[in-house]
């Protein structure tokens, strides 16, 4: 997959400026100038010209929310990736089963991104939010969520996989995923992040409209993990209808990558995502569901379904509960630091089986 010519070589250029741009520089610079004359004939620039002048990206956000870019240029910020700023990059949009849309309406864009400037590096930048551009504009429901599908292919390849395949986990539980081609895993998560982004729309406590008290971490790891507890659910039962292997292979790996992964990549303490494995696997302990002993995580296959089904009905009954009584909002920190948090000493439960792995030390 190669960009246009003509993309590239703008994308090319605007690296050559973020640096100006980032220490301040605004139209009049000589540097921006030339960039802004050189490129004026594409509509991103354009976009991202008056974006500059209004120091208001939202123009950039809605444009790119039509489905006519493969090409953006906007300033961000994001609290996960201090180094994004002024930056740009290039994404080959892909696309699901054309069933799925009809079934599950969303605002996620897999795509697979092309080239970048530097504030898109490392692993945590995975996908552009709409609450990512700098703007004053609220964030729309329609607004698009783009989830870089090769990063995906990437960390499942080199972290969630060999997880898998250690003595540390059961592997007949995520049998169908164990030898997919990248291909097929670019697939797969791209189902997962459009069923991922479907749900967060869904349920007593929707975002975006809920965002502001869903950002805090524990509030934020319950909201992931209901998000994929859901998708897990219907890619069982739905899109098993359409694609009986597909949907075993999206059940498993979302299964797999929120279960497993974000421990060994980070510390709960941190990290929201990490917060919501724990939660999980908790939740699936006290159920019956898995078990582990020196280091070794067991999932009871036959009582899984059963138990995932009952943790998201338990969170949609305390969401139903706080969206008819919103000062009881605490209730989610609550639950979370119930679930998560052992006995008496605060810590965090049964991180032992990942401390070995995680990534961020």
């Not at 379904?305 to 949609?316: G, H, K, N």
Request: proline content about 4%; charged content about 20%.
């Amino acid at each position: 997959m190669t960009a246009a010519p003509s993309t590239a070589k703008i994308l090319a250029d605007f690296a050559e400026i973020r640096e100006v741009l980032s220490l301040g520089a605004d139209a009049s610079h000589p540097k921006v100038s030339n960039f802004l004359k050189k490129h004026t004939f594409h509509p991103m620039v354009g976009k991202f010209s008056h974006g500059l002048q209004t120091n208001d990206f939202g123009n950039v956000r809605d444009y790119d929310s039509e489905d006519k870019a493969d090409l953006i240029l906007a300033r961000f910020s994001a609290a996960y990736s201090p180094i994004l700023n002024y930056d740009g990059l290039l994404l080959e949009q892909t696309k699901v089963n054309s069933t799925i849309p009809i079934l599950f309406p969303s605002r996620a864009k897999p795509a697979f991104l092309i080239a970048h400037t530097v504030g898109f590096e490392g692993n945590r930048a995975v996908a552009l939010f709409p609450e990512n551009f700098v703007t004053s504009k609220h964030v729309h429901q329609s607004s698009s969520v783009f989830y870089f599908i090769n990063k995906f292919v990437e960390r499942f390849r080199k972290i969630t996989l060999p997880f898998i395949q250690s003595a540390r986990v059961n592997q007949s539980t995520f049998a169908d995923i164990l030898h997919l081609s990248d291909a097929q895993i670019a697939e797969v998560s791209s189902v997962w992040v459009h069923l991922h982004e479907h749900f967060h729309n869904q349920g007593p406590l929707p975002l975006p409209h809920w965002l502001p008290i869903k950002s805090s971490k524990s509030v934020a790891a319950l909201e992931e993990l209901r998000v994929d507890l859901l998708t897990i659910l219907h890619a069982h039962k739905s899109i098993s209808k359409i694609d009986s292997l597909l949907g075993r292979r999206v059940s498993q790996f979302v299964l797999a990558e929120r279960a497993l992964r974000y421990p060994i990549e980070c510390h709960p303490e941190n990290d929201y995502d990490a917060r919501s494995s724990i939660l999980f696997l908790n939740m699936l302990r006290t159920r019956r569901a898995v078990n582990w002993s020196e280091g070794t995580i067991t999932f009871k296959n036959e009582k899984l379904m059963r138990a995932i089904l009952d943790i998201s009905q338990e969170i949609e009954a305390l969401e139903l509960k706080v969206s008819h009584q919103p000062k009881t909002i605490g209730y989610l920190k609550d639950f979370v630091k119930a679930n998560c948090l052992a006995t008496g000493n605060g810590n965090f439960q049964n991180l032992k089986v990942f401390g070995e792995r995680r990534l961020d030390g």
